[in-house]
Antibody, heavy 118, light 109 residues
Framework: EVQLLESGGGLVQPGGSLRLSCVAS????????MTWVRQAPGKGLEWVSI????????FYADSVKGRFTISRDNSKNTLYLQMSGLRADDTAVYYC???????????WGQGTLVTVSS | SDELTQPPSVSVSPGQTARITCSGD??????AYWYQQKSGQAPVLVIF???KRPSGIPERFSGSSSGTMATLTISEAQVEDEADYYC????????????FGRGTKLTVL
């Protein structure tokens, strides 16, 4: 069974930065795209970003474009999300998800909570 | 970017059939995917490519799509099916970005 373990969440002040990590196991990491999806407290799911299997291609939601950077280290089976210029409306649980062929999230981690507050 | 519209809530009695719809222009050109999210848990994929069921998902979950609407059907709904359900599709503008519907709260009681 695919395993995804996120870390790096926490409390950060508005305008601050944070890097999330997601360690993947039990599948061949470097042949699948990976995604980040977030969920604000009490709200629905919001697609954030996707990165190709090689890391060469990335896409972002308009709400995070220019502030967030997705990356991966295939030698470490690890996905990252570098977040900067954080705002209160970035407060959410951030889920790492493996992408199935067709770029949809098929397996999800348990999420890590990011709280942006002074 | 594309938008997907879902009803905020659906309510059925145990044993009845629940139908949750997802509408939007993307549905006529892209596959629909459906996720179940129970309170405090991560989402779980229950339908992919409009109508396919991942291994381990009960047969009572089925999907269909026609025109600009996709439908998740839960036959003989059980109390344990009570959850939030989200549809998803890739954006028609680039085939990589994704979009979720706002979610439907299914109540079974």
């Amino acid at each position: 069974e695919v395993q995804l373990l996120e870390s790096g969440g926490g409390l950060v002040q508005p305008g601050g930065s944070l890097r999330l990590s997601c360690v993947a196991s039990r599948f061949i990491f470097n042949v699948y795209a990976m995604t980040w999806v977030r969920q604000a407290p009490g709200k629905g799911l919001e697609w954030v970003s996707i990165i190709s299997d090689s890391g060469a291609t990335t896409f972002y939601a308009d709400s995070v474009k220019g502030r967030f950077t997705i990356s991966r280290d295939n030698s470490k089976n690890t996905l990252y999300l570098q977040m900067s210029g954080l705002r209160a409306d970035d407060t959410a649980v951030y889920y790492c998800a493996k992408a199935g062929y067709g770029n949809y999230p098929d397996y999800w981690g348990q999420g890590t909570l990011v709280t942006v507050s002074s | 970017s594309d938008e997907l519209t879902q009803p905020p809530s659906v309510s059925v009695s145990p044993g009845q059939t629940a139908r949750i719809t997802c509408s939007g222009d993307a549905m006529s050109r892209k596959y629909a995917y459906w996720y179940q999210q129970k309170s405090g848990q991560a989402p779980v994929l229950v339908i992919f490519e409009d109508r396919k069921r991942p291994s381990g998902i009960p047969e009572r979950f089925s999907g269909s799509s026609s025109g600009t609407m996709a439908t998740l059907t839960i036959s003989e709904a059980q109390v344990e099916d009570e959850a939030d359900y989200y549809c998803f599709s890739t954006d028609t503008s680039d085939n990589h970005s994704g979009v979720f519907g706002r979610g439907t709260k299914l109540t079974v009681l």
